[in-house]
Nanobody, 124 residues
Framework: QAQLVESGGGLVQAGDSLRLSCTASGLTFSSTAMAWFRQAPGKEREFVAGISSSGGSFYSADSVKDRFTISRDNAKNTAYLQMNSLKSEDTAVYYC?????????????????WGQGTQVTVSA
């Protein structure tokens, strides 16, 4: 059974950086697209960034472009989200997700497996 485990969240100040990790097991990681979503209190879950199975294509939401970078290491079954210049509006629970196909989608419904989420809190 597929399982995703996230780590790296925490409480930081505005302008700081964090790196989230998502390690997968129970699936052929190199055949899957990966994405990060986030959900703030009272808001819908939103796409943050996604990366294709090979790592050759990646996409970011406009709100995080130039600040967040998604990457993956297929040898370690792990995806990362490097978050720089964090803002208070980045505060949310961050989820990693896996799709059983190689290309990225910004739609949450297109993902098959989800992690439990990790809290990121940015103080102003």
């Amino acid at each position: 059974q597929a399982q995703l485990v996230e780590s790296g969240g925490g409480l930081v100040q505005a302008g700081d950086s964090l790196r989230l990790s998502c390690t997968a097991s129970g699936l052929t990681f190199s055949s899957t697209a990966m994405a990060w979503f986030r959900q703030a209190p009272g808001k819908e879950r939103e796409f943050v960034a996604g990366i294709s199975s090979s790592g050759g294509s990646f996409y970011s939401a406009d709100s995080v472009k130039d600040r967040f970078t998604i990457s993956r290491d297929n040898a370690k079954n792990t995806a990362y989200l490097q978050m720089n210049s964090l803002k208070s509006e980045d505060t949310a629970v961050y989820y990693c997700a896996v799709a059983r196909r190689p290309w990225v989608s910004p739609r949450a419904d297109d993902y098959d497996y989800w992690g439990q989420g990790t809290q990121v809190t940015v103080s102003a």
